[in-house]
């Protein structure tokens, strides 16, 4: 078998598009947050949402015009709203790589209001197993973005339903793996921007790694790799923050099977996927509350190869492989566990004994 794929334009793109939309987001956080969590149609996150898809599926359209994209957001919202939608082009035209021939690369800036209806418009694809398909999530973490906490701009290539390249930029994420997460529950407070900000990518078969948002492409890039905890009483747990996404109390039920101890760290968003790639805590579990919730492709598609390429396995909570070749949603898929490949097994009987499986 010839080795796979490394797909260099497919993975530069995908970072400098998901490293605009970060620059975009940030923008539009020091905008128009105020300490509000309101979600009327005028909020920053709908702010936030549709200008970052609009330049990532502007970026994706201009170097790979037949490839198929799956998006959170439409635009009817902005063409029922001329206010609204004169808010979002004013902060989107203005938003730029600081590397002039990076942008460049991208397409350079949107030519117009009409041209960000349209691409935001362009995320409406079906999905499947065949083809090429970009998953696209501009901000994953609603409320972690709302009080300036954890969020993520998530982006990857599927192609025959099999996830290839992916960027996940996480502009609150400490440089320093060894740093303090931020606590989304507390809010951002006077925390500067200053030590923040990282960008993980990924190609299948050849490895993750992370940068810092600041600087030019492949700045002080770094390989990545899961820890492996020399015990699981000493591993760490990484979950949701809201109890509604997952169930909290299975999860604490799963870490006393284990003889986890250590408190777990509770973020917002896909970040949780690159804190355990760069090895900051070791077992992300995602587990519905109910049986009948769908996980959305675009959640979830870019974390996964980054942390399966950092060394995790991941399955769902049955065991099953994660498979993105069946539409928008994972609706094969029940949960997320992953954890490093030499312990994954044992995490999942714990998983399966807890909920009954």
């Known amino acids: 078998m010839s080795p796979p794929d490394n797909y260099p334009v497919e993975r530069l793109i995908a970072t400098l598009a998901v490293h605009r939309a970060t620059i975009y987001t940030q923008k539009v956080f020091h905008s128009f947050v105020k300490g509000t969590v309101s979600k009327d149609d005028k909020s920053p996150v709908t702010i936030g949402d549709f200008g970052a898809q609009a330049l990532v599926i502007a970026a994706i359209r201009h170097n790979f015009p037949d490839d198929e994209i799956i998006a959170e957001e439409e635009s009817s919202l902005l063409r029922s709203n001329s206010d609204l939608c004169d808010q979002v082009w004013k902060l989107v035209s203005q938003i730029s790589l600081p590397n002039g021939e990076e942008d460049s ?207 995790a396995e991941v399955t769902d909570a049955i065991g099953n492989r994660i498979d993105f070749g069946k539409g928008r949603t994972l609706v094969t898929n029940k949960g997320i566990v992953a954890a490093p490949r030499a312990i994954h097994g044992k995490v999942l009987e714990a998983v399966r004994a807890v909920r009954g499986i």
Request: with cysteine; net charge negative; glycine share 12%.
């Open 105 to 311: 690369q991208l397409g350079g800036p949107l030519k117009s209001e009409d041209a960000m209806l349209d691409a935001i418009d362009s995320g409406k694809s079906a999905g499947g197993s065949t083809g090429r398909i970009w998953a696209l999530d501009p901000i994953d973490g609603t409320l972690g973005f709302l009080r300036g906490g954890q969020y993520a701009v998530c982006l990857a290539l599927i192609q025959d339903g099999e996830v290839v390249v992916a960027a996940l930029g996480c502009p609150n994420l400490p440089i320093d793996k060894t740093a303090r997460v931020i606590n989304s529950e507390s809010g951002r407070g006077d925390q500067s921007d200053d030590g923040l900000g990282v960008l993980f990518s990924a190609v299948a078969g050849h490895g993750a790694s992370i940068r810092p948002l600041t600087g030019e492409s492949g700045a002080e890039e770094q390989p990545i790799q899961m820890r492996e905890p020399p015990s699981l009483s000493l591993a760490t747990f990484c979950e949701g923050v809201e109890s509604a996404h997952s169930s909290h109390n299975q999860q604490k039920a799963i870490a006393e099977r284990l003889g986890i101890v250590a408190a777990s760290v509770q973020l917002d968003s896909a970040a949780k996927y690159g804190v355990i790639a760069r090895g900051s805590a070791d077992i992300y579990l995602r587990l519905p509350r109910t049986l009948s919730y769908e996980e959305k492709i675009w959640d979830h598609a870019a974390g996964y190869l980054v942390v399966k390429e950092a060394g």
